[in-house]
């Protein structure tokens, strides 16, 4: 294929708009709540799958990556960094929901949660998940002009119904061709770095450590006090891959090779020649210029849920091994493009009792070279008390655990049936 044929054919594969039939199809499933029949990379929780996860977005945290570590803290095992329930859930048997809507050629963009946890998810544990789309709204954007605003619940348990978290996940979903006409960040150029530059990101790193053992109790916490700021970057594609390696960016089920082609014939729309004229994903703008560019971005970019994960890294390494990150309301506001250099800050806000545990509230955010803040969030963290003692897990909802027990009664029984007539 020519240079000229491979453009066109990008620009091509961006010329679909939205159409009244699926926004109509999305509006009738507001609302509805189903066991999800969706299978990740991973699973279930091993040593292997907390430690990559981890490591994919740089958190060196022994209680998640060391197997024995954690034997001698409060949680008796290691357990996994909170935002390993976007990358693990196992396909749940149960009543079908509705077909999803294809919203073919149109392009998704993470741009925040809201995530509640309850209990850690241990080694051995598998996730299921419940829930479904609550909203979904009509936005102008300054990026790609007519957009939807779109937010889906999901409730995470484990194999015993156990829910383990509540997340909210906010979409912004964009036409690609509006977006690349609209030319919003053609301005923007690649980042580059002076040997001395990278020498004062490095003393960031050399100053990052998790507080691990070391108790923080909340009396000793001032309104004001600043976290350990974490250096992110400057991002690579390396960085991209290893972050997929985690186990991230699986819902279109890419494959390799000969599964490769039967996704392919499966969902066609998510495959659009490359320069050689090869078919290839749809998500490949994370790491191929041309097509980022074809979608109106200058270079390819990074996953919001990197950035989530890389705001939850600050929170953990913060409150050491006792606390307990209860909530995180975050916002991704712009781009983090190839070569974007990140330093996550945080400061706390407010100090309370709530119930029976102690919280701190923090603002977190990620500002970039440029000087953007590009990420922020809201967070609450439980830590022991001198007074009141160790921190004790929330409760969730009841209706939502009722809900679980009764998902994972009706799975248990039809998988039962399913290996009994194997």
């Given at each position: 294929?020519?240079?000229?044929?491979?453009?066109?054919?990008?620009?091509?594969?961006?010329?679909?708009?939205?159409?009244?039939?699926?926004?109509?199809?999305?509006?009738k499933r507001l609302g509805g709540v189903f066991a999800?029949?969706?299978?990740?990379?991973?699973?279930?929780?091993?040593?292997?799958?907390?430690?990559?996860?981890?490591?994919?977005?740089?958190?060196?945290?022994?209680?998640?990556?060391?197997?024995?570590?954690?034997?001698?803290?409060?949680?008796?095992?290691?357990?996994?960094?909170?935002?390993?329930?976007?990358?693990?859930?196992?396909?749940?048997?149960?009543?079908?929901?509705?077909?999803?809507?294809?919203?073919?050629?149109?392009?998704?963009?993470?741009?925040?949660?809201?995530?509640?946890?309850?209990?850690?998810?241990?080694?051995?544990?598998?996730?299921?998940?419940?829930?479904?789309?609550?909203?979904?709204?009509?936005?102008?954007?300054?990026?790609?002009?007519?957009?939807?605003?779109?937010?889906?619940?999901?409730?995470?348990?484990?194999?015993?119904?156990?829910?383990?978290?509540?997340?909210?996940?906010?979409?912004?979903?964009?036409?690609?061709?509006?977006?690349?006409?609209?030319?919003?960040?053609?301005?923007?150029?690649?980042?580059?770095?002076?040997?001395?530059?990278?020498?004062?990101?490095?003393?960031?790193?050399?100053?990052?450590?998790?507080?691990?053992?070391?108790?923080?109790?909340?009396?000793?916490?001032?309104?004001?006090?600043?976290?350990?700021?974490?250096?992110?970057?400057?991002?690579?594609?390396?960085?991209?891959?290893?972050?997929?390696?985690?186990?991230?960016?699986?819902?279109?089920?890419?494959?390799?090779?000969?599964?490769?082609?039967?996704?392919?014939?499966?969902?066609?729309?998510?495959?659009?020649?490359?320069?050689?004229?090869?078919?290839?994903?749809?998500?490949?703008?994370?790491?191929?210029?041309?097509?980022?560019?074809?979608?109106?971005?200058?270079?390819?970019?990074?996953?919001?849920?990197?950035?989530?994960?890389?705001?939850?890294?600050?929170?953990?390494?913060?409150?050491?091994?006792?606390?307990?990150?209860?909530?995180?309301?975050?916002?991704?506001?712009?781009?983090?493009?190839?070569?974007?250099?990140?330093?996550?800050?945080?400061?706390?806000?407010?100090?309370?009792?709530?119930?029976?545990?102690?919280?701190?509230?923090?603002?977190?955010?990620?500002?970039?070279?440029?000087?953007?803040?590009?990420?922020?969030?809201?967070?609450?963290?439980?830590?022991?008390?001198?007074?009141?003692?160790?921190?004790?897990?929330?409760?969730?909802?009841?209706?939502?655990?009722?809900?679980?027990?009764?998902?994972?009664?009706?799975?248990?029984?039809?998988?039962?049936?399913?290996?009994?007539?194997?």
């Amino acid at each position: 294929m020519s240079e000229t044929d491979a453009k066109a054919a990008l620009l091509a594969a961006t010329n679909e708009t939205f159409k009244d039939e699926d926004i109509e199809t999305q509006r009738k499933r507001l609302g509805g709540v189903f066991a999800s029949d969706y299978r990740e990379q991973i699973t279930q929780a091993t040593h292997d799958t907390m430690r990559n996860f981890a490591r994919s977005y740089g958190d060196d945290n022994p209680l998640y990556v060391d197997p024995y570590y954690g034997r001698k803290t409060r949680w008796a095992g290691q357990i996994c960094p909170p935002m390993i329930i976007q990358v693990m859930n196992r396909d749940m048997r149960g009543e079908k929901a509705p077909k999803r809507v294809p919203f073919r050629g149109i392009q998704v963009f993470v741009s925040g949660s809201a995530t509640h946890w309850y209990r850690p998810v241990r080694e051995g544990d598998t996730l299921y998940k419940f829930g479904g789309p609550e909203s979904f709204v009509e936005k102008e954007s300054a990026f790609a002009g007519r957009s939807f605003i779109s937010t889906n619940r999901e409730i995470h348990m484990n194999q015993n119904a156990e829910i383990v978290a509540i997340s909210r996940t906010t979409s912004v979903m964009a036409e690609r061709k509006a977006a690349r006409d609209k030319k919003t960040n053609a301005a923007i150029e690649p980042a580059s770095y002076k040997p001395e530059d990278i020498a004062k990101v490095d003393e960031i790193y050399a100053a990052e450590k998790p507080r691990g053992a070391e108790m923080r109790y909340w009396e000793d916490v001032n309104i004001g006090d600043q976290l350990q700021p974490l250096a992110k970057g400057p991002l690579t594609t390396t960085d991209i891959i290893l972050f997929l390696c985690g186990g991230y960016g699986f819902h279109y089920k890419p494959a390799a090779l000969r599964l490769g082609y039967k996704n392919r014939k499966r969902i066609p729309a998510f495959y659009i020649p490359n320069d050689q004229g090869v078919p290839d994903i749809a998500m490949r703008l994370h790491w191929d210029r041309d097509w980022a560019q074809a979608n109106g971005n200058p270079m390819p970019y990074d996953y919001g849920v990197m950035r989530d994960s890389w705001m939850t890294h600050v929170l953990t390494d913060w409150m050491g091994d006792d606390g307990w990150l209860v909530m995180m309301d975050s916002t991704i506001r712009k781009f983090n493009y190839i070569g974007d250099l990140h330093v996550m800050q945080g400061e706390v806000t407010a100090k309370r009792i709530e119930g029976d545990n102690h919280v701190v509230e923090i603002a977190v955010k990620g500002v970039n070279q440029r000087g953007d803040t590009t990420c922020m969030a809201t967070a609450v963290v439980a830590l022991p008390s001198r007074d009141a003692g160790p921190v004790v897990l929330p409760t969730p909802p009841a209706d939502l655990q009722q809900n679980a027990l009764k998902l994972m009664e009706i799975h248990n029984r039809l998988e039962a049936k399913a290996q009994a007539e194997a």
